[in-house]
T-cell receptor, first 111, second 115 residues
Framework: KQEVTQIPAALSVPEGENLVLNCSFT??????LQWFRQDPGKGLTSLLL?????REQTSGRLNASLDKSSGRSTLYIAASQPGDSATYLC??????????FGGGTRVLVKP | DTAVSQTPKYLVTQMGNDKSIKCEQN?????MYWYKQDSKKFLKIMFS???????INETVPNRFSPKSPDKAHLNLHINSLELGDSAVYFC??????????????FGPGTRLLVL
């Protein structure tokens, strides 16, 4: 059974610092890994998708890496801004088209 | 221009009642999903439908019954509501692509509180 863990559960940084969010998964038989953002009271927004054959994806200030063999992914957010405050969720897509989510990392960027 | 919409946004009801949550997507996607996010913020899949056919049915009490009248709609009906059903329910949809590229688009969620 696939399990996804995110560390830390919460993170608070001053504006301008880089953010590093970690995700680990137990079964490496995945199709892709995705990072989502969830704002309070809102739905999820897809940030980055890394296919199982890829090592990383970049979008603006966001960079996500994937090491499938060790079951790990890291999301880097450069030069954080108060608008980056949200919960970040990692999810893996595996057999049966199932997305299994981690518990999320709650990020607060202080001005 | 909402891609995935859900109604209602908030639902407060008494234990034992029956309620429905509606979901619609205008993205032309073939597959729709229902997820439950509990108080600890864990998101877990409940059901998925592909072209009105049930594909995924996770271990969910049979008090929960999804209904897909057409490809663009997936409703969730809950009978005999219990306190533990209080959660945020998210609808999502995806297109049938190569699985390595497939992402899901989420609705804003329905916050259910059972008293």
């Amino acid at each position: 059974k696939q399990e996804v863990t995110q560390i830390p559960a919460a993170l608070s940084v001053p504006e301008g610092e880089n953010l590093v969010l970690n995700c680990s998964f137990t079964d490496s038989a995945i199709y892709n890994l995705q990072w989502f953002r969830q704002d309070p009271g809102k739905g999820l927004t897809s940030l980055l998708l890394i296919q199982s054959s890829q090592r990383e994806q970049t979008s603006g200030r966001l960079n996500a890496s994937l090491d499938k063999s060790s079951g790990r992914s890291t999301l880097y957010i450069a030069a954080s801004q108060p608008g980056d405050s949200a919960t970040y969720l990692c999810a893996v897509m595996a057999a049966g088209n199932k997305l299994t989510f981690g518990g999320g990392t709650r990020v607060l960027v202080k001005p | 221009d909402t891609a995935v919409s859900q109604t209602p946004k908030y639902l407060v009801t008494q234990m034992g009642n029956d309620k429905s949550i509606k979901c619609e997507q205008n993205l032309g996607h073939d597959t729709m999903y229902w997820y439950k996010q509990d108080s600890k913020k864990f998101l877990k899949i409940m059901f998925s439908y592909n072209n009105k056919e049930l594909i995924i049915n996770e271990t969910v009490p049979n008090r929960f019954s999804p209904k897909s009248p057409d490809k663009a709609h997936l409703n969730l009906h809950i009978n005999s509501l219990e306190l533990g059903d209080s959660a945020v329910y998210f609808c999502a949809s995806s297109q049938d692509l190569d699985r390595s590229q497939e992402t899901q688009y989420f609705g804003p969620g329905t916050r259910l509180l059972v008293l």
